[in-house]
């Protein structure tokens, strides 16, 4: 898991056991209806962008969850949504995507706590910032090679990266929306793609039921307005011009591709 200096929880009680709402450590009723809502809302973000909702409700979470609890909470709220996702919108899946994503999405899982740890933070962060920006902005690397084995290797890299920074929908996004012209197509593959990786992740490493039994409540209530979320999205989605969806993709991935390079040359020492 990605090094934590300390625990920097502005909304955590220090009093935690007068406010386990619902048994849930160090969260009260109004976090726990804040994190419920901010579910909603990033899954809206999520389908209505094409990307960044679950970066945005990873940020949130972080401030109010305790670090070890974070990264499996997070994955399994995403999962749950992920699921939703693929139910309302199956019929426009690029099926073909499916298998080959499976096979290097176990591959990455398995591999991710045995290499990540020795892998520099920073020169990951600058590694996927320009790779998001290069594909983003040059679609044409998002089509290289035969369809299966691209989706192979993201698979890999997507779930390898996803165990210790869990929000990776942003690298795999540039490569999906390069692969289809269509926007639909676009949010339910990415929604597909992310519950194979998010799956995974779980198995490997056991989270299920790993220090998080007592995140159950919160983990339902944030899946269950996650699918909310998801609906108004796909009911907005259907409203909005290919045009303009295709905009807010690429301005919604730079700049998330120019925060992990800030972020990188942040932790270089360079600001």
């Known amino acids: 898991m990605l090094p934590v200096a300390h625990d920097f929880r502005p909304f955590a009680h220090p009093y935690s056991t007068a406010m386990d709402f619902l048994g849930t450590p160090d969260v009260g009723p109004l976090l726990f209806a804040g994190l419920v809502v901010a579910s909603c809302v990033t899954a809206f973000i999520g389908v209505f962008t094409g990307a960044a909702g679950g970066v ?29 996702r693929t139910m309302i919108m199956w019929r426009n899946v690029m099926r073909g995507t499916l298998l080959p994503f499976v096979i290097g999405s176990a591959i990455g ?50 779930t390898f990266v996803g165990v210790f920074v869990s929000a990776t929908g942003t690298l795999l996004a540039p490569f999906v929306a390069a692969s289809t012209p269509d926007r639909r197509v676009h949010v339910a593959t990415m929604g597909a793609l992310m519950v194979i990786a998010h799956v995974a992740k779980l198995v490997a490493f056991g989270f299920i039921g790993f220090a998080i039994a007592s995140y159950v409540p919160l983990m339902a209530a944030m899946i269950a307005s996650g699918a909310v979320g998801n609906w108004i999205g796909e009911v907005a989605l259907n409203r909005v011009s290919e045009q303009r969806f295709r905009l807010v993709l690429q301005i919604v991935l730079t700049l998330l591709g120019l925060r992990l390079l800030w972020g990188a040359a942040r932790g270089a020492g360079w600001f």
């Open 56 to 84: 945005v409700l990873l940020g949130l979470m972080a401030m109010a969850l305790p670090p070890l609890a974070l990264i499996p909470v997070h994955t399994v709220v995403m999962l749950g949504s992920g699921v939703t």
């Open 109 to 158: 899982a398995a591999a991710g706590a045995k290499i990540f740890i020795a892998l520099s933070v920073t020169w990951l962060q600058f590694i996927l910032g320009a790779f998001i920006l290069l594909v983003t902005w040059m679609p044409n690397l998002g089509r290289i090679g035969a369809e299966r084995g691209r989706f192979a290797v993201l698979g890999f890299a997507t």
